[in-house]
């Protein structure tokens, strides 16, 4: 069953604590986003990857790190350096660049307690 | 501003009616335009995607088109289901590959 998971669905974390979502994808694709959504407001991009081993800051880099040491897996990990952490994560993968189709995760609800 | 903006911000019909919803833009040149499909609290889904030389493109009920001449888009939702309630996204792709998404128009269809 060809897709993109994230994992967890819900997360809860306390202040002054790191956590990294999950982000899987069997489509084999090169390409790997993560996104932050929050109330009302157009998606935003926090990091991208074009290539294993390679990434890129989006507009929102600040407080969040990323690896991609695999193909297939792409995760990001918010830090404690995040000012505002709360938001919906949404992951996405495309073939080749956003020139081509992409395709998204269902998500990770990410509260701060 | 926005430089994908979306109108209106939320809209209530009845079930069975028409609908359009707007996506005008101010970023260029572009490569493409889609339109995507957000169910509370999931992931955003494909609905069409058009390259800048396309005006129309159909996915069952729905039909995006496009003026590239205005930069203006407008998705068509035909004979709405309960199932179509949902937030409805538009993103505009740069030839640089740059992608910039609208704020959404949240839909609500009521029987």
């Known amino acids: 069953d060809g897709g993109i998971t994230q994992s967890p669905k819900y997360l809860f974390r306390k202040e002054g604590q790191n956590v990294t979502l999950s982000c899987e994808q069997n489509l084999n694709h090169d390409a790997m986003y993560w996104y932050r959504q929050d109330p009302g407001q157009g998606l935003r991009l926090i990091y991208y990857s074009q290539i294993v081993n390679d990434f890129q800051k989006g507009d929102i880099a600040e407080g969040y790190s990323v690896s991609r040491e695999k193909k297939e897996s792409f995760p990001l990990t918010v830090t404690s350096a995040q000012k505002n952490p709360t938001a919906f994560y949404l992951c996405a993968s495309s073939p080749d660049g956003w020139n081509t189709e992409a395709f998204f995760g269902q998500g990770t609800r990410l509260t701060v307690v | 501003k926005n430089q994908v903006e979306q109108s209106p911000q939320s809209l209530i019909i009845l079930e069975g009616k028409n609908c359009t919803l707007q996506c005008n833009y101010t970023v260029s040149p572009f490569s493409n335009l889609r339109w995507y499909k957000q169910d509370t609290g999931r992931g955003p889904v494909s609905l069409t995607i058009?390259?800048?030389?396309?005006n129309t493109k159909s996915n069952g009920r729905y039909t995006a088109t496009l003026d590239a001449d205005t930069k203006q888009s407008s998705l068509h939702i035909t004979a709405s289901q309960l199932s179509d309630s949902a937030s409805y996204i538009c993103v505009v792709i740069l030839n640089a590959g740059k992608s910039t998404f609208g704020d959404g128009t949240t839909l609500t269809v009521k029987p």
């Open positions: 058009m390259t800048f030389s396309e």
